[in-house]
Nanobody, 117 residues
Framework: QVQFVESGGGLAQPGGSLRLTCKAP???????????LGWYRQAPGKERELVAQ???????NYPDSLKGRFTISRDNSRKTVWLQMNNLKPEDTAVYYC????????WGQGTQVTVSS
């Protein structure tokens, strides 16, 4: 059963910004709060990759290539995780998903991000 619902994608110009939202409507607070969560993306013809992670203590990690451009945050009371993406580049074009870092649940539909002029 899909646990995470992503939204907020769309078309952005290079240098633009988007804020993605991930909600967990089927989870209760006590299940969501302890989770270590991540945003992932999959570009056409490529493997799914982890682009941001946030642990239950709110510590965050990013690949070196994305540091300074992507910011992950969470609100446990709203069972929501966000991904703020700034200075977008065409290579950021992908479908973006959120999920647990360990033992991921069934993947949702994701949200398409397209960066193009």
């Amino acid at each position: 059963q899909v646990q995470f619902v992503e939204s907020g994608g769309g078309l952005a110009q290079p240098g633009g910004s988007l804020r993605l939202t991930c909600k967990a409507p089927r989870m209760i607070f006590s299940t969501f709060a302890p989770l270590d969560l991540g945003w992932y993306r999959q570009a056409p013809g490529k493997e799914r990759e982890l682009v941001a992670q946030i642990h239950n203590d709110r510590t965050t990690n990013y690949p070196d290539s994305l540091k300074g451009r992507f910011t992950i945050s969470r609100d446990n009371s709203r069972k929501t995780v966000w991904l703020q993406m700034n200075n977008l580049k065409p290579e950021d074009t992908a479908v973006y998903y959120c999920n647990k870092l360990r033992a991921p649940d069934v993947w949702g539909q994701g949200t398409q991000v397209t960066v193009s002029s």
